[in-house]
């Protein structure tokens, strides 16, 4: 599906109410302790985005091969589950998730005991788990940039393996706010977890059923709404966010974006169970200086926080990003062909590991159409442009139901007028 966003001030409200979809990374893990608990049947609720969807499915599953999709979470999440399963299991995807590889996360399994082969390339999806009996005992990753599902998807099935489990991680390990997500879910239902940076320990045991744990709002899909508040006069009010929320955000390391937008001047208010955001003046004063950032371990919001300076005239160095290259799509190039649509000349060291804007600009396109990769980050991060622009293209728009089924219908309360062509 391709859309027409076109921008009518005149139309646009005050304030607006936004409720946003549940916490996927949080469901996606609650999906898996759910299951070897018995208790998925709980989570169906929570499920608002196409890639827990497809991991409720999977688990459900009564054949030999399940499809991923283009969900490298429910590729890595499965992986690890039908290995301790120990069932005969083929897991393929999209051709874009046939391109990113899973070898770590195999050899670690193998170490274990799954017995493992690949149809294709040595490391890469389809994998077929053949059998074999996990056993628990003490894995390493070495390599920092090693995607923390991983060692998510170790962890999660890691208290039902003989004497439990103990990973070893790198200095450096990027996106360890998700390894400690995974450490307070996993807690918040029964299971022993120590987490120190540099350690993961999971004693042996079960999940136990809790009744009392709440599944909060997607800091993730927050982030374009902090965008919009960045390039309009608009307060947004976000339904149900204050539950839990503190400096530090909970669980959810992307909540990192409150202090981040502060930079861009927007400003955040507790009301009641809900959160307000609007833009004022504080951090503006900065705004000629270059903006240098380590995101490396919030990756997600890295294309939406990059859009938002770029439209905010702020240069930036975003360093610890190489591991964007590996997502839904290669978003470090994403990122530089449609900003440049825009008219931002943007750019990506490699020495440095760093996606920069220096402020160099060219003439944007007469007729704005972002194209998308079928990246649903790439869809959502772009889409407010249209403030600037009045009016632009989506190619394939469809995609946000990845993670953000509601975005293109709540996206309508700022004014946007939304036709699909």
């Given at each position: ?170 200095e450096g390990q990027v996106s360890a706010p998700y390894i400690r997500m995974t450490a307070q879910v996993m807690q918040a239902f029964g299971a022993k977890v120590v987490y120190d940076g540099r350690n993961v320990r999971v ?219």
């Amino acid at each position: 599906m391709d859309i027409s966003l076109k921008y009518c001030p005149s139309e646009a409200a005050e304030e607006i109410s936004v409720d946003l979809p549940f916490s996927k990374s949080i469901v996606n893990r609650l999906a898996v302790i759910g299951s070897l608990a018995s208790f998925d049947t709980e989570v169906d609720r929570y499920s608002s985005c196409e890639d827990t969807d497809i991991i409720l499915r999977a688990l459900h599953t009564s054949g030999n091969e399940c499809y991923a999709g283009a969900s490298g979470t429910a590729l890595r999440f499965l992986l690890s589950y039908f290995a301790l399963k120990g069932t005969e299991m083929k897991i393929t995807g999209t051709e874009r998730l046939c391109q990113r590889p899973v070898g770590e996360l195999t050899e670690k399994l193998s170490q274990l005991g799954a017995k493992i082969c690949f149809e294709g390339k040595e490391g890469f999806p389809p994998v077929t788990l053949l059998g074999g009996k996990l056993e628990g005992g003490i894995v390493c990753f070495d390599n920092p940039g090693v995607s923390s599902q991983y060692i998510s998807s170790l962890m999660l099935v890691a208290p039902y393996l003989k004497n439990g489990l103990t990973i070893g991680l790198p200095e450096g390990q990027v996106s360890a706010p998700y390894i400690r997500m995974t450490a307070q879910v996993m807690q918040a239902f029964g299971a022993k977890v120590v987490y120190d940076g540099r350690n993961v320990r999971v004693e042996e045991g079960e999940y136990r059923y809790n009744p009392d744990f709440t599944v909060p709002h997607d800091w993730s899909a927050a982030s374009y709404w902090y965008e919009m508040a960045s390039l309009l006069p608009l307060k947004v009010r976000l339904l149900g966010m204050a539950d839990g929320y503190n400096e530090c955000g909970g669980m959810q390391g992307d909540s990192r974006i409150v202090d981040l937008y502060k930079i861009l001047g927007v400003n955040t208010f507790v009301d009641g169970k809900d959160i307000v955001i609007c833009k004022g003046s504080e951090g503006l004063a900065d705004m000629t200086e270059t903006l240098l950032l380590d995101l490396a371990d919030c990756p997600d919001i890295v294309p939406s926080f990059a859009v938002s300076c770029l439209l905010n005239n702020r240069k930036f160095e975003f360093h610890g990003v190489g591991h964007l290259r590996l997502k839904e799509s290669d978003r470090i190039e994403a990122l530089i062909r449609e900003s440049a649509r825009m008219g931002y000349i943007t750019g990506w060291d490699e020495n440095k590991s760093s996606f920069y804007w220096d402020g160099r600009v060219s003439v944007p396109d007469k007729s704005i159409i972002f194209e998308t990769y079928n990246d649903h980050r790439i869809s959502m991060s772009f889409a407010p442009a249209v403030f600037r622009f009045m009016k632009v293209g989506v190619r394939d728009a469809g995609n946000v139901v990845k993670s953000y089924k509601t975005f293109w219908e709540d996206m309508k309360l700022t004014g946007v007028s939304i036709d699909a062509v």
